[in-house]
């Protein structure tokens, strides 16, 4: 049955943003955080402290971080890859991080350099040490339905990651269709194998709208239970790794979906509209939201 309420984890900082050739300033990372923290977003992944020579883009990570007015409750989490990962940002004070693997091994190899088995090992210090700091890990699971190098990725693969992510202290697995090719039955039946071995309180959905399949994906999604979906405003990103990958789904287009269906997400629309279209014109083009573009021409 659907859930009464949704929280959204707003990703257009991270996802958004790691994949723009061109360099946004500090400041605009910054402005953008603070205009989505003032929409009522509730957990807002603000960067990566990942290598600097893998996403240029988010070398400013510790100043971005630094510089957000940081909002009572909301959860400002970022993508840590390796201790120096989580060393660098637990000395600008970060207190919740995401890992990330995949269900493909292939997608592992380019993406982070290692297998899925490897790409694990790394996160132990880092998942322990997150433990024993009090620090709140999410886990990502990439290319849960579909890989742009071996194509087709068993669902066994995915709910062998994800319930090991889980195992391993995640308080909430990501699920990611990083190509965007999955169709409404195929991410339902995806997402009740997992939550076979997962609590569905402990998964959230991430859809990229490549194909223009998120919001049924979502729809499909949601009837089987989830209350968590990641989104990007203005539906910006891409993942580097990931070749064809556009954007995350919008954020706009979710919250008008829910709001319409009476499924509470706590977000101001119409500021979160404007906030994807500023942020559209700073990088330059149109906003990829139909719901911004209709309130626009409104
Ligand atoms: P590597 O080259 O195999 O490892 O990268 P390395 O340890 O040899 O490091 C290379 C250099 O980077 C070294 O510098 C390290 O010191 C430095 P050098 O000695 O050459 O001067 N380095 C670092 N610097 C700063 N912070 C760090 C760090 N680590 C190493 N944390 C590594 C391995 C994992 C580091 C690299 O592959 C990496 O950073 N990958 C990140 C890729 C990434 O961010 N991808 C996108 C995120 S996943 C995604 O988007 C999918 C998701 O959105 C879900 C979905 O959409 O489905 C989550
Ligand atoms: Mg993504």
Redesign the pocket.
Known sequence: SLPASVRIVE?GAR?GL?NEKTIVPTATKIELIDRLSACGLQTIEAT????????PQLADAAEVYTGIAKREGVGYPV????E??YD?AREVGVTEIAV?SAASEAFNRK???ASIDESIERFLPVLERAHADGVKVRG?V??VLGCPYQGEVPVADVVRVAERLHALGCYEV?L???IGVGTPEKARSMLRAVAEAVPMQALAV?F?DTYGQALANIHACLEEGVAVVDSAVSGTGG???AKGATGNVATEDVVYMLEGMGIATGVDLEALAQTGLWLSAELGRSTSSRVAKAIASH
């Open positions: 990703v996802d790691q990566s402290f990942v290598s600097p020579k893998w996403v993508l840590v890859p390796n120096k990962g660098r990330f993406n982070i350099n990502y990439s290319t990501s990611g269709d990083t991430h990229h993942c580097p790794y």
